[in-house]
């Protein structure tokens, strides 16, 4: 940090002087990122959707209670309680990547066996193949449970399961390409930005949204059947 309130960003893990203001990557401005709030907004929206279908979930399931008692016993719930787990810690690599970018740097600054050291790019990576093998697993539960008969068209029961958890499917899919989005503009860019980190955060807030969406998924299908 020099006197004057600029600060260094680190590209590919090098040091590189760079007029960006210290208190810009800090977050500290006149008025927040309106990129931030259009998606806090949208995200906003997107639990609208998300309890819509819980209120279906809810709706269907309490007029045929023998249908989901007959269904739910073909859930392997150890299985789906360790995807589970995959995809929350995979939430604090990625908010230990929006901290490396708020610090300005992109890459690791040591030994990529010292996690202290990492930077936006190595959380994030790390948060995207923990991301991936959760998409795995739900593959695999999927086809699973298709071999044992649950599928969309048998029963309400499989419509249910299979459009809720293959919604929030496709929204950690999406996740997935934003991360990508994310480190291969760290990459091309011949300097880590303000706007990058930005970028980073925003991508935070959606991988936390889905993270917390499908929390309140497993307790519904997994816990409280």
Not at 105 to 115: L, Y
């Amino acid at each position: 940090m020099s006197p004057f309130g600029w600060t260094t960003v680190h590209n590919a893990g090098v040091a590189t002087a760079a007029t960006i203001p210290a208190s810009r990557l800090h977050g500290h401005h006149d008025r927040p990122s309106m990129v931030s709030v259009g998606t806090i907004i949208w995200l906003s929206s997107e639990l609208m959707f998300f309890a819509a279908l819980f209120a279906a979930y809810f709706t269907i399931r309490a007029v045929s209670p023998e249908l989901w008692s007959q269904n739910t016993a073909h859930l392997d719930v150890p299985f789906a309680a360790a995807n589970t787990t995959i995809l929350v810690l995979s939430s604090l690599t990625c908010q230990a990547g929006v901290f490396a970018a708020e610090r300005g740097q992109v890459g690791r600054s040591g030994s990529v066996f010292n996690f202290l050291a990492w930077g936006l790019r190595e959380w994030f990576i790390l948060t995207y193949l923990m991301g991936a093998v959760f998409i795995g697993g739900q593959a695999v539960e999927y086809a699973t449970l298709i071999q044992e008969g649950v599928t969309i068209p048998s029963s309400a029961y499989g419509s249910m399961f299979y459009l809720t958890t293959g919604f929030h499917g496709l929204h950690v899919t999406g996740g997935l390409i934003a991360f990508l989005l994310v480190l291969g503009r760290t990459y091309l860019a011949k300097r880590f930005t303000h706007e990058q980190a930005v970028s980073a955060i925003v991508v935070s807030y959606y991988w936390h949204f889905v993270d917390v969406v499908w929390i309140g998924l497993f307790a519904t299908i997994y816990l409280i059947k």
